[in-house]
């Protein structure tokens, strides 16, 4: 199958720095890839779509400026939550899929962020 | 966007039992997909299922796109399955991502 790698899998920041995470497709090339939040005990819930060479695109009531990605290669995506705040603790998975956009989705194994 | 919808929400059974969960969308997919998310949050993929009837071992999958419906069927329960099970649709617009319905937890015990 294909695989999806994040890094880091856990981070602890003070309030007001950024932290990167990186989001790698390992064997394959991810043209678009995703990224999602979670809350505990609930679903994820989509952030952005990143794509390859131009901007994200931002769900309704997401932050772009709080939120920063990009997506540098066919194989790299990186978030950045600049200015941290508690609030932006949460648990962030990315996801590729392979080929054309309909096809299966892989997901990475998630980054938990705690900001104090 | 497409709504996802999944029942139960949450499912107690005892090892060796059978189940069944359910995942509504609420327009036309063109990608479905089943999870197992792990104790430490990886998704774990089960079925690729846009259409028709898939089996893995004790789990078989259908989706019925013209009524807008999937279901997971884990036959001979195990306490190893239990977890939340996620399903997840994407519409027919090209490159758009996959929404997740909220979840079935499923509690097996011994």
Redesign the interface.
Known sequence: GAVVSQHPSRVICKSGTSVKIECRSLDFQATTMFWYRQFPKKSLMLMATSNEGSKATYEQGVEKDKFLINHASLTLSTLTVTSAHPEDSSFYICSASRGASYNEQFFGPGTRLTVL | GIQVEQSPPDLILQEGANSTLRCNFSDSV??L?W?HQNP????I?LF?IPSGTKQNGRLSATTVATERYSLLYISSSQTTDSGVY?C?G?GNQ??????????TTLSVSS
Not at chain 2, 94 to 103: D, E, R, S, Y
């Open positions: 063109n990608n997909q999870f430490w949050g990886q998704l993929n690729y996620f997840a994407r090209a490159g758009t991502a996959l929404i997740f319905g909220k979840g």
